[in-house]
């Protein structure tokens, strides 16, 4: 198993452009979850989702969106990047009904924006 | 806001010593949980421990809760300089038994 994978690793893009990250599952598990991490700031949430087809918004929302339109992956757009938005992303992912909870975090996305 | 708040910030010892690190968080809780971050990679689950149980051992690791203090630590034993990375603390709080709040991490740094 490839456990959870992000696409792109690196990215470099100019305010107001878009882009999409990719985050995919092979675990089947149903929440996934779309965190950030800045220096001194540890992790925020940004959005997570329940299961196919659902999201809700965390901590940070503002400037993002998401879509779950299968079970397996996990979008993360943004719109019009901002500076602000120069962060470290990760996804992660769990199962419903797991006694431990635990998430399973993808190696992670530096994204740069200029 | 952070709900879990890690102590110190930065932590440096000999390998062979034992490592402290403590997690202060705010409000009531489901369970914690500790992770590890080596650099530039993603996070790795370590050790979960619920809001009933007081004391939780894995290998050279030893996590206690304390709800009275909302507080927690973790004790790594015989550190390793593999052992060197970030260490988080993340909460579950109220109705959800899976949204994490992170901690800003404690950065473990052991010396060959």
């Known amino acids: 198993n490839a456990g959870v994978t992000q696409t792109p690793k690196f990215r470099v893009l100019k305010t107001g452009q878009s882009m999409t990250l990719l985050c995919a599952q092979d675990m089947n598990h149903e929440y996934m979850y779309w965190y950030r991490q800045d220096p001194g700031m540890g992790l925020r949430l940004i959005h997570y989702?329940?299961?196919?087809?659902?999201?809700a918004k965390g901590e940070v929302p503002d400037g993002y969106n998401v879509s779950r339109l299968k079970k397996q992956n996990f979008l993360l757009g943004l719109e019009s990047a901002a500076p602000s938005q120069t962060s470290v992303y990760f996804c992660a992912s769990n199962l419903l009904e797991t006694p431990y909870n635990e998430q399973f975090f993808g190696p992670g996305t530096r994204l740069t924006v200029l | 806001s952070q709900q879990g708040e890690e102590d110190p910030q930065a932590l440096s010892i000999q390998e062979g010593e034992n490592a402290t690190m403590n997690c202060s968080y705010k409000?009531?809780?489901?369970?914690l949980q500790w992770y590890r971050q080596n650099s530039g990679r993603g996070l790795v689950h370590l050790i979960l421990?619920?809001?009933?149980?007081r004391e939780k051992h894995s290998g050279r690791l030893r996590v206690t809760l304390d709800t009275s203090k909302k507080s927690s630590s973790l004790l790594i034993t015989a550190s390793r300089a593999a052992d060197t990375a970030s260490y988080f603390c993340?909460?579950?709080?109220?109705?959800?038994?899976?949204?994490?709040?992170f901690g800003k991490g404690t950065l473990l740094t052991v010396n060959p």
């Open positions: 993340a909460t579950a709080v109220g109705g959800s038994n899976y949204k994490l709040t």
């Open positions: 989702s329940v299961g196919e087809g659902t999201t």
């Open positions: 421990i619920r809001s009933n149980e």
């Open positions: 409000t009531s809780i489901n369970n």
